[in-house]
Nanobody, 118 residues
């Protein structure tokens, strides 16, 4: 079993920055890819960014491209989401996920709240 624990959320003003971390544990942790998702109140969960664990290839939703950066530390089994130039519309619960293949993600963290004040 794989456990994912997010940290780094909080309250920040518009234009500010936050760095989310997601630490993974479990004997079988060897994902194909990891991702960050977010869900705002009354909205569906959306994918924010993904990274392939071996190659480091990244992908972003257009609304965060140029502002957010996903990265990883394979030795620490940790994935990060650096969020700059934050906007009120970035306010959401952010979730980390790990996938063993290219289909649906298999493991999810508990989420961390990000609130951007205007």
């Amino acid at each position: 079993q794989v456990q994912l624990v997010e940290s780094g959320g909080g309250l920040v003003q518009t234009g500010g920055s936050l760095r989310l971390s997601c630490a993974a544990s479990g004997r079988t942790f060897n994902p194909y890819r990891m991702g960050w998702f977010r869900q705002a109140p009354g909205k569906e969960r959306e994918s924010v960014a993904e990274i392939t664990w071996s190659s480091g290839h990244t992908a972003y939703v257009p609304s965060v491209k140029g502002r957010f950066t996903i990265s990883k530390d394979n030795a620490k089994n940790t994935v990060y989401l650096q969020m700059n130039s934050l906007k009120p519309e970035d306010t959401a619960v952010y979730y980390c996920a790990a996938g063993n293949g290219g289909g649906p993600f298999d493991y999810w963290g508990q989420g961390t709240q990000v609130t951007v004040s205007s």
